[in-house]
């Protein structure tokens, strides 16, 4: 059974025009987490949220939001994609934030700009 | 600055064993993971350490030394389905993962 989902696998948008990303889970873990990965490259840590609180990475570009408006959701906004914005999204999630908790990862978004 | 250094790419032939290194330096330790993903498809976890020493898991053994800053994932029997990428993942202090880009592992028949 699917434990953390995310919709769609694939998505295609133009250059500047909005697209949202989400994911669901079923596990109710407290935390969700969203990592750009772009070819042959680490994860990267976008935000995460820990119940309703949101924690932003210092370097997370403003065209990134994020939603989570119930424990088991979490939307991945880009209000204007660039070309550089093509990459992989995944979404996880944990337990909590404490030493030795594993991250579950859904099956990934592949984002397109053209 | 916080970084993890593994292997771009390793081949190995199917059947034999293979160990995949992990250098890292950061701020604090909370753990070391490892991860399996193949290729377009998310990461899913293999092992955790946290303590010096060996945790075996059925053909995988993941092995850490905090004193070295090195951790290797050892693989046995492989076989054609474990041609995937291995990502080695620290925990830092503030208990969040730093990630390594990833060893291309490629079978071989």
């Known amino acids: 059974d699917a434990m953390v989902i995310q919709n769609p696998r694939y998505q295609v948008t133009q250059f500047g025009k909005p697209v949202t990303l989400s994911c669901s889970q079923t596990?109710?873990?407290?935390?969700m987490y969203w990592y750009q990965q772009k070819s042959s490259q680490a994860p990267k840590l976008l935000f995460h949220?820990?119940?309703?609180?949101?924690?932003n990475e210092a370097d997370t570009p403003d065209n990134f939001q994020s939603r989570r408006p119930n424990t088991s959701f979490c939307f991945l906004d880009i209000r204007s994609p660039g070309l550089g914005d093509a990459a992989m999204y995944l979404c996880?999630?944990?337990?909590?934030?404490?030493?030795?908790?594993?991250?579950?990862f859904g099956p990934g978004t592949r984002l397109t700009v053209l | 600055g916080q970084n993890i250094d593994q292997p771009t790419e390793m081949t190995a032939t199917e059947g034999a064993i293979v160990q995949i290194n992990c250098t890292y330096q950061?701020?604090?330790?909370?753990?070391l993971f490892w991860y399996q993903q193949h290729a377009g498809e998310a990461p899913t976890f293999l092992s955790y350490?946290?303590l010096d020493g060996l945790e075996e898991k059925g053909r995988f053994s993941s092995f850490l030394s905090r004193s070295k800053g090195y951790s290797y994932l050892l693989l046995k029997e492989l076989q054609m389905k474990d041609s995937a990428s291995y990502l080695c993942?620290?925990?830092?202090?503030?208990?969040?993962?730093?990630w390594g880009a990833g060893t291309k592992l490629i079978i071989k028949p």
């Open positions: 996880a999630t944990s337990r909590d934030t404490s030493g030795g908790v594993t991250q579950y």
């Open positions: 596990l109710n873990h407290n935390v």
């Open positions: 949220y820990y119940d309703k609180d949101f924690n």
């Open positions: 950061t701020s604090g330790f909370n753990g």
């Open positions: 350490n946290v």
């Open positions: 993942a620290v925990m830092d202090s503030n208990y969040q993962l730093i």
